[in-house]
């Protein structure tokens, strides 16, 4: 997605097998994210085709994401400003309840709107240089990318808004315990452990994974009674496929991996 004589594409999606790999490709300006590259976002997680089983977000150079272009505020006004907020809205429940899931590589700079961005993502791999956080409290705004909605679920509301209110930085190792990423990973293997991971969710039947994305979530936000019976409805889906019986065949049969820990 590009636009205007000198333009880059802010946003390159490779196809690599059956997984996309989505780039944000600013680096000059640490991918930071104006409005092309959030329609690009959102074009690009609305457009995958049916080979695509799941996807890597990244960013180029030496941070995953700097947040809101902070040049395009500066002169809006009340109703373009709402507009805006939700245009993220829009793009960032592309991505989280797109098609496929999402597996971030997180490196360097993982702040304001692109840690919102990360937090839209299902599976996130931190490398060691990470850092989050939320400077829209020093800024003199507010989030408005989903962040209200989505990290107090993560991190809880309490250190959400003593990061906002005291302008606190995270590094990886400290976000890891507090849910910012499931993954920490070694300087420059970030992208190759996001890719791995994705490739094994690319590997699950889709029903489960579309049970995943789809219908936990929903489930884990609303009331009990409908809650069990989504339930019920999602995992007799599941199980009628071929998909399921053929891999439960598998394990009665012993062709399948049994549960076991990682090695390190
Ligand atoms: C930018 C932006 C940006 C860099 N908007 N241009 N986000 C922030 O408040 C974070 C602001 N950025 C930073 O704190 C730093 O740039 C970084 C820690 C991310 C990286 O530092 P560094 O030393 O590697 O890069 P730099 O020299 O600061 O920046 C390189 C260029 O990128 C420079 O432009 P240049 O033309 O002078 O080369 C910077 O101006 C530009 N740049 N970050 C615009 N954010 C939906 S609501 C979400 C609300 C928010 O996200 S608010 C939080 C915004």
């Known amino acids: 997605m590009s636009a205007g004589p000198d333009a880059v594409d802010e946003i390159v999606v490779d196809i690599e097998g059956d997984i996309a790999v989505v780039r944000l490709n600013r680096p000059a300006k640490r991918n930071a994210l104006n409005d092309q590259a959030i329609l690009g976002l959102e074009a690009a997680f609305r457009t995958f085709g049916p080979g695509v089983k799941a996807a890597v977000l990244h960013g180029a150079g030496e941070h995953f994401s700097a947040g809101l ?34 597996v971030s590589a997180l490196h360097g700079a993982v702040v304001g709107g692109g840690l919102e961005l990360a937090c839209a993502t299902h599976v996130r791999v931190a490398e060691t240089s990470a850092f989050y956080a939320l400077p829209e409290g020093q800024r003199g705004i507010f989030v408005g990318g989903g962040g209200s909605v989505r990290l107090p679920r993560l991190i809880g509301v309490s250190r959400m808004m ?28 970030g992208l190759a452990k996001a890719k791995e991971l994705a490739r094994k969710i690319a590997g699950n039947a889709g029903r489960t994974n579309f049970a995943l994305i789809q219908a936990l979530p929903r489930i884990a ?18 199980q009628d496929d071929g998909e399921a019986k053929s891999r439960l065949r598998a394990f009665l049969e012993k062709r399948a991996d049994k549960v076991a820990p990682q090695p390190d």
């Open 69 to 102: 272009d902070l040049s395009e505020l500066v002169e809006v006004d009340l109703n373009a400003a709402i507009e805006h907020s939700r245009l993220w809205h829009r793009a960032f429940e592309a991505i989280e309840f797109g098609r496929v899931p999402v």
């Open 162 to 189: 003593e990061m906002m209110l005291t302008g606190r930085v995270y590094r990886a190792e400290e976000g890891y315990g507090f849910g910012f990423s499931h993954y920490v990973a070694p300087v420059g293997e």
């Open 221 to 238: 936000e609303g009331d009990r009674a409908a809650g069990y019976l989504m339930e019920a409805l999602m995992s007799a889906i599941a």
